[in-house]
């Protein structure tokens, strides 16, 4: 009875946030019609604070739709949206002890295995939050903690939601929202499933175990439940506090250039050798994934999102980037139809967005260095893209093909905030030539 008391408290809580949320979109949406909002192109809209709120104290499902509408054009959103929205994916409140020991008591039964646990976590997110503990034999420990029951909210939750993105028009023109809820719902399934991704941290940590540049904790199986994953703890800063703290040096100090370009490098490399070697890619790009030790290696976290990849995929992925590289249209244009990209109904413009998209994402590829800084990639294929999917009619690609542009999305954003001058074509090609 408590449990369905709990969804139902939910389902209210959910309901509520949506219904004042609606009423503030409502109400800023006719502001704007009307041009009396008398706002600055910067301001952050009522509707997302409220609704931000709402999403950051329920957590699960719900959040994470608003951390994925977080990385949506603001060319797309509604203005103030995308600041407010962002919030998300940096700033998620943790909760209490209180409501966190419990779960460790239920997985563990005794916690006389540890002798020391911090009760404030050190990082939160949608699912769970993440505690340091020392335990009985020595070892410095990571427990991350699932919030519970929200499997069974997922699919309620995203109903809901969807009802958010409808009614107050954050995706104007949007016709498949079903798939693209879909999609997501299978993502969240496969992020709450703990053992799915303690299986995914010991690939990664086999892989890149003679990495010099790279670091993915080991995991302690014995430590390992349905709901608890349980790492060793590596000394390390978010990447973004590691550009916070050197943001004055970044781009004049000899050390820290260098250290900028060898992550900029690494991080290059991480993801095309994911997609093209591994054949599966961890496809959160959320910024707080990744770690920077004092020495300057990247570390990687959170292998929930990793997707296996398909070997037709990968090889149409290998062809689509080579003949973009190639210049030859030709091929390129059929690649693109064969990935569902590019229709054979589509109007030339779609075509010819499609090519222009295709030449944005190259550049970096078309010469032996590139620097990221000022280039302002992401912000043209933004631009691009609002061409595309109106010719398109907003059409959604394939689950598979989203989780991958998911990444390198996210993976441009952060080159892009680091702005790190790097050997991009000789990365790739590379890494393509010694594809399997």
């Known amino acids: 009875m408590k449990k369905d008391n709990d969804a139902k408290t939910r389902a209210l809580s959910l309901i ?32 997302a604070l409220r609704l931000v709120k709402g999403l950051d104290e329920l957590k699960g499902a719900a959040m994470k739709v608003g951390q994925l509408l977080s990385m949506v054009d603001d060319n797309i959103l509604p203005p103030g949206w995308k600041d407010a929205l962002s919030k998300l994916q940096s700033q998620a409140t943790a909760k209490d002890w209180e409501f966190i020991e419990p779960i460790l008591l239920k997985e563990f039964h005794d916690l006389s295995f540890i002798k020391h646990i911090d009760k404030k976590a050190v990082h939160a997110a949608s699912i769970g ?16 903690v699932q919030y519970p029951n929200l499997e069974k909210n997922v699919h309620s939750d995203l109903q809901n939601m969807k009802k958010v993105v409808k009614i107050a028009n954050l995706i104007p023109n949007m016709s498949n929202y079903d798939k693209v809820f879909d999609a997501v719902e299978k993502l ?45 703890w590596v000394d390390a800063i978010t990447l973004q506090e590691w550009m916070k703290q050197n943001e004055l040096q970044l781009h004049t100090a000899p050390d820290c250039i260098f250290t900028r370009d060898k992550l900029g490098s690494v991080l290059l490399e991480l993801v095309f050798t994911e997609v093209f070697h591994f054949k599966h890619i961890q496809s959160d790009p959320n910024p707080g994934n990744f770690l920077v030790t004092p020495s300057g290696q990247l570390v990687l976290l959170d292998f929930g999102a990793t997707q296996e990849l398909s070997d037709e995929l990968i090889e149409n992925y290998a062809t689509l980037t080579l003949s973009a590289i190639e210049n030859d249209l030709q091929e390129l244009v059929k690649v693109a139809k064969k990935m569902g990209f590019l229709h054979r109904h589509d109007p030339p413009e779609a075509k010819d967005s499609f090519i222009k998209l295709m030449e944005i994402a190259i550049e970096p590829f078309l010469q032996e260095t590139y620097s990221w800084k000022n280039c302002k990639q992401l912000k043209r294929t933004n631009a691009e893209s609002i061409h595309f999917m109106k010719a398109t009619k907003f059409r959604a690609p394939s689950s598979e093909v989203l989780f991958i542009n998911r990444r390198l999305g996210g993976n441009l954003l952060i080159m892009e905030s680091l702005g790190p001058t790097v050997q991009a074509r000789s990365i790739l090609l590379k890494i393509l030539q010694e594809k399997e």
């Open 188 to 232: 969240f399934i496969q992020e709450l499933d703990f053992y799915r991704e303690q299986k995914f941290y010991d690939i990664y940590h086999e892989k890149f175990r003679s990495n010099p540049n790279i670091v993915v904790p080991k995991t302690i199986p014995e430590y390992c439940r349905k709901n608890i994953l349980t790492t060793e």
């Open 16 to 47: 509520k946030t949506i219904s004042s949320t609606a009423v503030k979109a409502g109400n800023e949406a006719l502001k704007r019609k009307l041009n009396l909002s008398g706002q600055s192109e910067t301001f952050m809209s009522e509707a």
């Open 129 to 144: 939050q993440v505690h340091k503990a020392e335990l009985i034999d020595g070892r410095i420990v990571a427990f991350k």
